[in-house]
């Protein structure tokens, strides 16, 4: 078994962020510079805005976090994207999911420009996905394409099973996994809440990805030997030894199913690191 290695993978990705970002500076023009917005006080959604932030601020992107109250209305949350849009100062805009249970995401989503929707949400970047066109990418898929492409997976021809089959993970993960493109050209399987017989589908995967919230859920007799396991789940669990008081754990039982497998990712050190790859390079395109 061996690791894909978000940790090393994302360090590398974010040097060639550096070069990048210094390249633009001697050509004279300003950094890529990236809007968060954070409603309420989410811990898990404040810990996710906080990495991102640190994270733009070690590529000498630019950032701004926009906080706002739990109860705020979502007319004055339209108002501010809508003055991020208009900015010429901001790239990227990402609003930190799940919203108030009063505001209605979709609106929320679909407010931010396009162009600027660095999280890969907005109905035009997931059409452009689905119909093969340039778009900004959904975070984390992405980041798990930079995965996979640089331990060269030899995806073509694999079955590729996904747990989940959420708007921003499983769901855009299965229609690039089936693209003609490399990473991709699979076999897809997408399997959800409803399926039967779920362990039967991943028994068959030569590449599983996990996607569902669910701690420990896929166990080493759903996993076919040398098997690939991507696991997206980030699932909070309780831990007397942690400072934190809890500790981070996927949907896949890793210590039963590493040795099983030719690649599993770890969590954490996987693809939470990749998603935030993904995000910066969407910030850099954009
Ligand atoms: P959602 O809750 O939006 O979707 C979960 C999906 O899993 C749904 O499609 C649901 O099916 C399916 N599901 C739930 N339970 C089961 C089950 N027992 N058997 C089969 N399918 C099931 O989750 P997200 O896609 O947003 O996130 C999934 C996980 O990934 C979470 O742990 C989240 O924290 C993590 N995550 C990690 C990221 C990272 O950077 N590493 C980024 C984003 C998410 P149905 O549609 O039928 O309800």
């Known amino acids: 078994m061996q690791l894909l290695d978000g940790k090393l993978v994302s360090g590398i990705i974010k040097e060639t962020l550096q070069v990048e970002v210094e390249a633009l500076q001697r050509q004279g023009l300003r950094p890529p510079h990236l809007a968060a917005i954070l409603v309420g006080e989410h811990p898990a959604s404040k810990a996710y805005v906080a990495s991102k932030i640190k994270t733009c601020e070690y590529l000498q992107f630019k950032s701004t976090l926009i906080r706002l109250n739990e109860d705020v209305s979502e007319s004055y949350l339209l108002e501010q994207i809508q003055a991020l849009n208009e900015s010429d100062e901001v790239d990227g805009i990402l609003v930190q999911l799940p919203l108030p249970a009063h505001i209605r995401e979709h609106r929320v989503i679909e407010a931010i420009r396009p162009e600027k929707d660095v999280d890969g949400f907005h109905p035009v970047n997931q059409g452009r996905l689905l119909a093969g066109l340039p778009s900004l990418l959904p975070a984390t898929p992405y980041g798990i394409l930079l995965l996979l492409e640089h331990y060269q997976i030899p995806t073509a021809g694999m079955h590729c099973v996904v747990l ?20 991709g050209n699979c076999t897809v399987t997408l399997c959800h809440s409803k399926t039967n017989d779920l362990a039967s589908y991943c028994r068959e995967a030569d590449l599983l990805i996990a996607a569902i919230g669910k701690a420990g859920f896929v166990k080493a007799d759903m996993v076919k030997p040398g098997a690939v396991v991507v696991d997206v789940g980030i699932n909070r669990g309780p831990s007397a030894s942690s400072p934190q008081g809890y500790r981070l754990t996927g949907d896949v039982d890793f210590d039963a199913v590493a040795p099983k497998c030719s690649w599993i990712t770890p969590v954490p050190g996987g693809v939470g690191l990749m998603t935030i790859c993904g995000l910066m390079k969407n910030t850099l395109k954009a």
């Not at 769901?171 to 003609?180: A, D, K």
Request: aromatic letters at 4%; a positive charge; proline letters at 10%.
């Open 164 to 183: 989940g089959r959420s708007n921003i993970v499983g769901t855009p993960m299965s229609v690039l996994m089936s693209r003609n493109t490399y990473p």
